[in-house]
């Protein structure tokens, strides 16, 4: 499977626990992007790298949330001190520069009780 | 503030009859505009897509229109199919190639 790969699919913590999700790209691509969506609502960027480089995070992301891709493939979102709002599915897509068309996993969803 | 809209949350069609999904977008930056498919659990699947400098794209079934002037874009399906039934997410990106997408809309086709 040559598709962008999110784990774990799905993740129950406790408030207050911290968390990491991963994304491994598409291999060819060089663009990947962290989106957040809750019910109703669309896909809501977070944050995106161009290689390793992170290009812009957008300010739904509090202190709490950081992403790296420290090699350029794969990429980690750690959310630190979870809290009952940060409930959604967290998506993960790749895409080349140039291409604007990105490609999606399949997403993590996190609850916290 | 919600850059791309899409205003009607659900929309109902008759199986073999065409389906006309609607986005209205604000930002005048925008030059390249693209359609996802998502099914529940799954995450959005890419549709087509559509650049500025174009006013129609066309793949299979799929139809995308924008109008510029009026910063609005529409995918037509025809004809339309029970295995079209799912949330539809309209999107755009201008140049750093962040996509930014609407709140989606809902398709029901009916038999």
Redesign the interface.
């Given at each position: 499977d040559t598709g962008v790969s999110q784990n774990p699919r799905h993740k129950i913590t406790k408030r207050g626990q911290n968390v990491t999700f991963r994304c491994d790209p598409i291999s060819e691509h060089n663009r990947l992007y962290w989106y957040r969506q809750t019910l109703g609502q669309g896909p809501e960027f977070l944050t995106y790298f161009q290689n390793e480089a992170q290009l812009e995070k957008s300010r739904l992301l509090s202190d709490r949330f950081s992403a790296e891709r420290p090699k350029g493939s794969f990429s980690t979102l750690e959310i630190q001190r979870t809290e009952q709002g940060d409930s959604a599915m967290y998506l993960c897509a790749s895409s080349q520069k140039g291409i604007t068309e990105a490609f999606f996993g399949q997403g993590t969803r996190l609850t916290v009780v | 503030d919600q850059q791309?809209k899409?205003n009607s949350?659900s929309l109902s069609v008759q199986e073999g009859r065409i389906s006309i999904l609607n986005c209205d977008y604000t930002n005048s930056m925008f030059d390249?505009f693209?359609w996802?498919k998502k099914y529940p659990?799954?995450?959005?699947?890419?549709l087509i897509?559509i650049s500025s400098i174009k006013d129609k794209n066309e793949d299979g079934r799929f139809t995308v229109f924008l109008n510029k002037s009026a910063k609005h874009l529409s995918l037509h399906i025809v004809p339309s199919q029970p295995g079209d039934s799912a949330v539809y997410?309209c999107?755009a990106?201008g140049g750093?190639?962040?996509?930014?997408?609407?709140?989606?809309t809902r398709l029901h086709i009916l038999p």
């Open positions: - | 791309v899409q949350p390249y693209l996802y659990a799954e995450g959005p699947t890419f897509s997410f999107a990106s750093d190639d962040k996509i930014i997408f609407g709140k989606g």
